[in-house]
């Protein structure tokens, strides 16, 4: 039998050196084709895009940006979002365990996200019917109470029960994109960062490591292993095990 292990991770750029939406975009979609196909074992993709937004499948015209901003539609659930620089992007594009259990699926991908915000002293929430990861509540400093407050947004496509997308944890992000928008189709509801509800600037790279750390205790059972030695793909051109693991989920 062949020595196993889970899909490596990848960082494709963090600021300053964003990433193009399209450019990852078409990475995945080749990535996702070598694992379908089974000539690669996958990767968990981590990144800061340039400024984007983006749209679900259902994503209604009253949701589009009011400053005629453009949009990019994409293939994922879900409705309207932002990416951009100080927000952290994970696509894991891996074959799942179980291809059947994706709502299990999304929980450990919030899970990952509650977790890291616990070791910053936050305490991140699951709200029903609502997909991402929540700030409930509470009062602002004058004793008023304030709006849930989106944290970080979860957005998948599984097809061949390979994943594809995944999720966009905002952390030194600028919220003024959000002003223009309704995120993620939901009006009666705020967007936060975690530099904002912890009073102190925590950019993308500063919780990389923990965003893994939790995502790999996690990762078994949900994310099927991969043998050791088959690559971790070559949509890039140059991409393999070898040459461009950040670290690797055990």
């Known amino acids: 039998m062949p020595v196993t292990t889970m899909p490596p991770f990848r960082v494709l750029g963090l600021s300053p050196d964003t990433v193009d939406y399209l450019s990852a975009w078409d990475l995945q979609q080749q990535l996702h084709a070598e694992v379908v196909a089974g000539s690669s074992g996958g990767s968990v993709l981590f990144l800061e895009h340039t400024a984007v937004y983006t749209a679900g499948k259902r994503t209604e015209p009253q949701d589009l940006p009011d400053d005629g901003s453009p949009v990019v539609n994409v293939d994922r659930g879900g409705k309207l979002t932002w990416h951009g620089p100080g927000q952290l992007v994970c696509y894991p594009v891996v ?3 179980d291809p059947a259990a994706v709502k299990d699926y999304v929980w450990f991908l919030e899970e990952a996200i509650i977790r890291t915000l616990a070791d910053l002293g936050l305490t991140g929430e699951r709200v029903d019917g609502r997909s991402g990861v929540w700030i409930l509540g509470g009062t602002d ?3 008023r109470p304030r709006p849930d407050r989106k944290v970080a947004a979860v957005g998948l ?3 061949h029960g390979v994943s594809m997308h995944g999720f966009a944890l905002n952390c030194s992000n600028s919220l003024e994109p959000y002003e223009h ?9 705020g967007s936060t960062t975690i530099s904002a509800e ?7 790279a500063d919780v990389l490591a923990t965003v893994q750390e939790h995502f790999a ?4 059972g949900r994310i099927a292993p991969v043998p050791q030695d088959l690559p971790a793909g070559t949509a890039d051109g140059t991409a393999t095990t070898k ?3 950040e670290g690797t989920p055990q």
Request: charged content about 20%; glycine content about 12%; some cysteine.
């Open 157 to 159: 496509r599984v097809n």
């Open 181 to 189: 928008i309704i995120a993620c189709g939901i009006s009666d509801a």
């Open 217 to 220: 205790a996690l990762a078994p």
């Open 198 to 204: 912890t009073g102190r600037t925590i950019t993308p």
């Open 141 to 143: 400093g004058d004793g």
């Open 95 to 97: 074959r799942l365990e």
């Open 243 to 245: 040459t461009l693991v």
